[in-house]
């Protein structure tokens, strides 16, 4: 079965200093690989996804992830934090090789605060 | 502002009652998720429908049902409510069946009392 691990609930960064939230994973095959952002009362936001190729992935304001294989991570990186960055961020994987398995699994969720 | 609309926002009801989410998916869309996000279970997904079929299934209970209708747009039906099923339900669309990119709905928080 496929899972995804977001080992912390809390990274708290000071504004202008470069950011990770950690994800790793757990998939049998080649996994497809998915960062959300959720901001208070809102739904979530795709930032970038893993599929094949590159193994850093640019995506949306200004966030990047790097796939790491052999550790089996995904990990969400921001070179200068911004206090608007601040919100609830969720990876997710999904596992090709299961054709049934149509569906994402999310990791429980890293609250990312930046601090002025 | 993702395209997708769900309403109502807000549900408050009480235990035993059966209510009625609806999502209207992004246009051109033909795929609709259906998501459980608590504090103590997380962001689970429910199920999946496909240009009016049901394509895959996750940790739905049976007291919940879902449809997607003709014009695309789908409800999820829960019933027997138990105040464990106070969440917010989001609902995601996407183009096609492969989940290579969702859009997440607003959500609608339900209460159970």
């Known amino acids: 079965a496929q899972s995804v691990a977001q080992p912390e609930d809390q990274v708290n960064v000071a504004e202008g200093n470069p950011l990770t939230v950690k994800c790793t994973y757990s998939v049998s095959g080649n996994p497809y690989l998915f960062w959300y952002v959720q901001y208070p009362n809102r739904g979530l936001q795709f930032l970038l996804k893993y599929i094949t190729g590159d193994n850093l992935v640019k995506g949306s304001y200004g966030f990047e992830a790097e796939f790491n294989k052999s550790q089996t991570s995904f990990h969400l990186k921001k070179p200068s934090a911004l206090v608007s960055d601040s919100a609830l961020y969720f990876c997710?994987?999904?596992?090709?090789?299961?054709?049934?398995?149509?569906?994402?699994?999310f990791g429980s969720g890293t609250q990312l605060t930046v601090l002025p | 502002d993702s395209g997708v609309t769900q309403t109502p926002k807000h549900l408050i009801t009480a235990t035993g009652q059966r209510v009625t989410l609806r999502c209207s998916p992004r246009s051109g869309d033909l795929s609709v998720y259906w998501y459980q996000q608590s504090l103590d279970q997380g962001l689970q997904f429910l199920i999946q429908?496909?240009?009016?079929?049901?394509?895959a299934k996750g940790n739905i209970l049976e007291r919940f049902s879902a449809q997607q209708f003709p014009d695309l747009h789908s409800e999820l039906n829960l019933s027997s409510l138990e105040l464990g099923d106070s969440a917010l339900y989001f609902c995601?669309?996407?183009?096609?069946?492969?989940?290579?990119?969702?859009?997440f709905g607003p959500g609608t928080r339900l209460t159970v009392t």
């Open positions: 997710a994987v999904r596992d090709p090789t299961k054709g049934s398995a149509r569906q994402l699994t």
């Open positions: 995601a669309s996407a183009p096609s069946a492969t989940l290579l990119e969702q859009y």
């Open positions: 429908y496909y240009n009016g079929e049901e394509r």
